[in-house]
């Protein structure tokens, strides 16, 4: 299996793991800021962009880890953003000596909305889903456009996430589908009550897929963890305010 990496700057190491659908040149915003401060490692999930995705086995978070560690320094800040999240908080709690903070960007540890906690209805993934295998790219902008939404800058950032989409290529349809399900079906609650090692937990206030109502029910799993709400933010908050974006992670890594 081959992973696409992008590797710049100086410093401690930070590995950023994208989203469901993107690849690894959403985080290009934020490089310049981050760079001057940090080693980046800047890996695409299986399936999506130059990573490949043979498709003989299941397309599981244990899965994407280990393929993952392989072009991963030995220890390093991991940052996980939505799907990304779910994948580096797996690789914390398997592998708690490569990491050595985590750090989840609009992110939760369980994505639909079950009894007593908030987040996607489950009718929503499950168009998706079904969508998916009629038109992928239109699932796609259609997904894209949802992670903009509410944004004071959506019209602006929907065209940016549609622009670096296209920066790499399109994500493999059993990785899509794979990642899909991993969102619909992942339930990492009890995993954040057992991790021990230092969490940082950034969100946009505007976000309609990880929704604020759901954040103080996080705070609960892991009440020492730092927490950051950008208050003007959406989804994907690294796009929409960069730079108050690299000033949290160099505040928190600090």
């Known amino acids: 299996m081959t992973i696409g990496v992008t590797r710049l700057g100086a410093g401690p190491d930070l590995v950023l793991l994208h989203g469901w659908g993107m690849n690894r040149h959403v985080w290009e915003p934020i490089l310049p800021g981050l760079a001057a401060h940090f080693r980046l490692h800047l890996l695409d999930l299986p399936g999506h962009g130059d990573s490949s995705w043979a498709g003989t086995q299941p397309y599981s978070l244990d899965a994407l880890v280990a393929a993952l560690l392989a072009e ?7 940052l996980g ?36 906690w908030p987040g996607i209805q489950p009718e929503v993934l499950a168009g998706f889903h079904r969508q998916l295998g009629l038109d992928s790219a239109r699932t796609l902008e259609r997904f894209l456009a949802i992670q903009a939404m509410g944004s004071e800058t959506v019209k602006e950032d929907a065209r940016r996430l549609k622009s670096l989409l296209a920066a790499a290529p399109l994500p493999q349809a059993a990785a899509l589908a794979g990642g899909l399900a991993l969102l619909q079906q992942t339930d990492q609650r009890g995993i954040w009550s057992e991790l021990t090692l230092p969490c940082v937990r950034l969100y946009g206030r505007l976000d309609s897929l990880v929704p604020r109502a759901a954040i103080p029910y996080i705070t609960a799993l892991r009440p ?16 929409s305010h960069p730079e108050a974006f690299v000033a949290q992670i160099i505040q928190n890594l600090g």
């Open 224 to 239: 020492e963890s730092a927490c950051h709400l950008f208050d003007k933010a959406s989804h994907a908050p690294f796009l």
């Open 81 to 116: 953003w939505s799907l990304g999240g779910l994948v580096a908080t797996q690789l914390a709690w398997r592998h708690p000596e490569r990491v050595s903070r985590l750090i989840q960007v609009a992110s939760s540890p369980c994505f639909v909305a079950r009894e007593g």
């Open 72 to 78: 991963a320094p030995p220890q390093a800040c991991w």
